[in-house]
């Protein structure tokens, strides 16, 4: 059975009781895996390094980059895009990798 990561991430307060929440993030990931038929794991980044966009800066981030470059993860939930990174060349390197993303906003 397959692994769907679920990575959330919050950059301000704000987000924390506006629906955006960790706690919602992750029950909609939960939600998607259930829906797909997949076992899940939550990668949870918090608040904490929200105010950096340099990838170096968000540890949990990296480490699931580090699983995806090493074959180990395959498969990859996020809220929106925004919570991987608002800095254009960070989505494109963690686009780069080509994995299934499944995202509840689309762009």
């Not at 991430?9 to 706690?23: H, I």
């Not at 990931?29 to 608040?47: C, F, P, R, T």
């Not at 080509?98 to 689309?106: A, G, I, K, V």
Request: no cysteine; net charge neutral; charged share 25%.
């Amino acid at each position: 059975m397959q692994t769907l990561h679920i990575y959330t991430r919050v950059s301000t307060a704000t987000q924390e009781s506006d629906g955006t929440s960790l706690g919602t993030q992750r029950e909609l990931g939960i939600a998607k895996a259930k829906e797909l038929g997949m076992k899940y794991q939550v990668w949870n980044e918090g608040g904490a390094s929200s105010y950096h966009e340099d990838l170096q800066n968000r540890p949990v981030l990296m480490g699931l980059m580090k699983e995806i470059e090493d074959g180990n993860v395959k498969n990859v939930f996020v809220y929106n895009n925004d919570r991987l990174s608002r800095n254009e060349v960070a989505q494109q390197t963690i686009r780069i990798e080509r994995l299934p993303l499944w995202d509840r906003h689309p762009h």
